[in-house]
Every structure is written in structure tokens, then in C-alpha cells.
């Protein structure tokens, strides 16, 4: 997951789940191997600090076919 992905929270119990959101940064381990990220949900005009764990990088049109000239 790196800077400026869309992603999406996909944890059925998250208040936020099916949400989609940007990547705007990282805060520090959760635990040695869940970092919090930073997601800036342009719906709720607001970030927040997520865990890794419970983001999945939403796919787009162009992920599978390549760009678009």
C-alpha cells in the first residue's frame, strides 16, 4: 500500500466498512506487522487512522487492462 492508493475498508464489524478512501500517510506499527495509515475519506470530508490489516486496495478499470491512451 503505498501513497495516494484508493482503498477500501473491508472489515464487516468497521464503522467505516465499504468505504472508500486515499491514502495520505503513515503513523507507526500497531503491531510489529499492522502499520495505521492514514485515509482521507472525501464522503466524510476527514481522515482517519486505520490498521493496514483491515484495508484492501480497491481495484480499478485500468489495474486489469492497463492505462488508457
Given amino acids: ?3 495516494g492508493d484508493m482503498v477500501v475498508v473491508d472489515h464487516p464489524r468497521h464503522p467505516f466498512h465499504g468505504l472508500v478512501g ?3 500517510g503513515r503513523r ?5 506487522d499492522d ?7 472525501s464522503s466524510k470530508m476527514r481522515s482517519y487512522l486505520i490498521p493496514e490489516s483491515i484495508l484492501r486496495v480497491e481495484k480499478t478499470e485500468t489495474d486489469a487492462t492497463g492505462p488508457v491512451h
Fill in 28 to 32: 507507526g506499527n500497531r503491531t510489529p
Fill in 35 to 41: 502499520l495505521w495509515m492514514l485515509i482521507f475519506f
Fill in 22 to 24: 486515499k491514502v495520505i
Fill in 1 to 3: 500500500m503505498e501513497l
